[in-house]
């Protein structure tokens, strides 16, 4: 008998010889677990009757796991992290709130900067090192994608790095489904394999549930290299033709985050210059830029709207980056400090992502401190600790809404409704991008909040708040289902958070680092 898994819920054993991407989803299960216990390699190792080295092959998805080996582990967790049975419980968290949160907190490495690292990886014959690349869900999908193409991706034995090397032809025709349809991010492929393949399939992108995200400034953005798509039976056909070595003129119809990161792929893929305006400058977009470099792409305009890159159709070199930091993430940890009245320090804000939102906070009366700044390891991205003190909060005069950058991060603006639930007087948020997202921020009227959903897009929240516990669901969407956290955390009592999957999808370790600046996350299973 051995391990399969599903995602965001507990291992089964099965009597099928398990898949390497179940066996890492079950290793990425014991290693949370085991960081929020607080526990070394060695120290579950003892415990379980094993090495340390044979934890690290565990947790890096290169060992079997026998039914005995799985009782022992779930023994030494003090929970059922791993299922024996038939029943696959989902995980909850228990909050209980009002608690002054102290001590410093790190942001860690960008999701979104990761996936796109990841995709770009394929352009590249060599080995590409990705430093203290982010451990969540989104970043597994896309990993157990790449392998199914035949593609070594190996974790350190920390399960810091990620080393990757594409073999010299990809086999396509085992590309996982399964995980390609659980992201949106699968559509990053196409900019990478255009210039690779005369044709090609990639399965239906799927991703949170905010509304109707068109593909279609994706696919208008490709066509001009060569891409054309026949949509049919929850695939994405793809053929290509050359589109020659001319210099290629594109103008995004939206300025998107992906479409961007999508056109610099196909472009650094093809010999020849192509020249991209309205262009994200936005944070992952230039991560991206910053590795492409590494491969000897030259691109000029990087953190610019117009972009000018100098492509190569072979790529073979051996390369090392570290990712920048999450500005989503150190809005997050931010905010937690925000609603909670605390003073802490969030270390390694990558500020330049962040300016617009602080200066929107500073504009609501909250006081905070900023160190100078620095580097961050990739020697690009710049850094600040942000130390935010206890405020009495007003409402802004206008409207709170994202914008492409340098405006506010379309993933940072749902944090301001739960942050102007606590201020004084009412704010609108217009989340105008989304289809729906700002429907699952009401959410928060279960917490005792004032929020009144003018139309789809549009909010009303009155607040001061005063927060009270209480047993919500997770919304389907990454951000709102965060934002009902940060709720729970000033709330009066214990509240209940269930179905918290979703989450695990952009942080990794989130419970565990928030408890370790005093907050009290416990989870459970039904």
């Known amino acids: 008998m051995t391990l399969s898994a599903q995602k965001d819920q507990p291992a089964a054993v099965e009597a099928d010889e398990p898949s390497e991407s179940m066996l890492s989803t079950a290793g990425r299960l014991i290693r949370q677990a085991r960081l929020e216990r607080k526990l070394t390699q060695a120290e579950l190792g003892a415990r379980v009757g094993t090495s340390q080295?044979?934890?690290?092959?565990?947790?890096?998805?290169?060992?079997?796991?026998?039914?005995?080996l799985l009782a022992r582990i779930n023994a030494a967790l003090g929970n059922e992290i791993l299922s024996l049975g038939q029943s696959k419980p989902n995980e909850h968290i228990r909050v209980e709130g009002q608690r002054r949160l102290e001590g410093t907190i790190s942001v860690k490495s960008s999701k979104n900067g990761a996936v796109a690292l990841l995709c770009a990886s394929l352009l590249n014959k060599g080995r590409t090192t990705l430093h203290g690349i982010a451990r969540i869900v989104e970043v597994d999908r896309i990993i157990d994608v790449l392998r199914s193409m035949g593609v070594s991706a190996t974790w350190s034995a920390g399960g810091e790095d990620l080393e990757i090397i594409v073999?010299?032809?990809?086999v396509l025709g085992s590309i996982d489904a399964d995980a390609g349809r659980r992201t949106r991010s699968v559509l990053m492929f196409l900019g990478p394999l255009l210039g690779q393949h005369d044709a090609f399939s990639l399965p239906y992108a799927g991703g949170c549930d905010l509304g109707t995200r068109t593909v279609e400034p994706h696919l208008i953005a490709l066509r001009q290299f060569g891409l054309s798509i026949d949509a049919t039976s929850g695939w994405y056909r793809a053929s290509v033709s050359a589109p020659g070595d001319e210099e290629l003129r594109i103008v995004l119809t939206e300025r998107g985050d992906t479409v961007t990161e999508n056109a610099i792929m196909a472009a650094a893929g093809r010999d020849g210059v192509t020249v991209i305006r309205n262009a994200s400058p936005n944070y992952m977009v230039q991560d991206l830029c910053f590795y492409l470099e590494l491969l000897g792409i030259r691109i000029e305009g990087i953190g610019t709207t117009t972009l000018r890159i100098h492509g190569r159709t072979e790529i073979d070199v051996d390369v090392d980056y570290w990712p920048g930091e999450d500005p989503v993430e150190a809005m997050t940890l931010i905010t937690a400090g925000i609603v909670t009245g605390s003073e802490i320090t969030v270390a390694r804000v990558p500020v330049e992502f962040m300016?617009?939102?602080?200066s929107v906070l500073a504009e609501m009366g909250l006081s905070y401190d900023l160190t100078p700044e620095y580097l961050g390891a990739n020697g690009r991205t710049r850094l600040v600790d942000v130390t935010v003190h206890p405020s009495?909060?007003?409402?802004?005069?206008?409207?709170?809404?994202?914008?492409?950058f340098p405006g506010i991060n379309i993933d940072n603006l749902p944090f301001f409704a739960v942050i102007a639930a606590g201020a004084q007087g009412t704010t609108l948020i217009h989340d105008w991008v989304y289809e729906g997202r700002a429907i699952h921020l009401t959410d928060l009227t279960r917490l005792g909040a004032d929020v009144r959903l003018r139309d789809p897009h549009r909010l009303d929240v009155t607040g001061p708040t005063r927060w009270s516990a209480a047993d919500v669901i997770c919304p389907p969407a990454l951000r709102p289902a965060v934002v009902i956290l940060?709720?729970?955390?000033?709330?009066?009592?214990?509240s209940v958070l269930r179905n918290v999957g979703v989450i695990e999808r952009g942080y990794e370790g989130l419970w565990s680092r928030l408890n370790s600046i005093g907050a009290s996350i416990e989870t459970f299973r039904d």
Do not use: F
């Open 167 to 170: 073999p010299k032809d990809l």
């Open 53 to 68: 080295s044979a934890i690290n092959r565990i947790e890096r998805g290169g060992q079997n796991l026998t039914l005995e």
């Open 355 to 358: 300016e617009i939102e602080l």
């Open 392 to 404: 009495r909060l007003r409402a802004p005069v206008d409207k709170i809404h994202s914008m492409p």
């Open 486 to 494: 940060l709720a729970m955390l000033a709330s009066k009592g214990t």
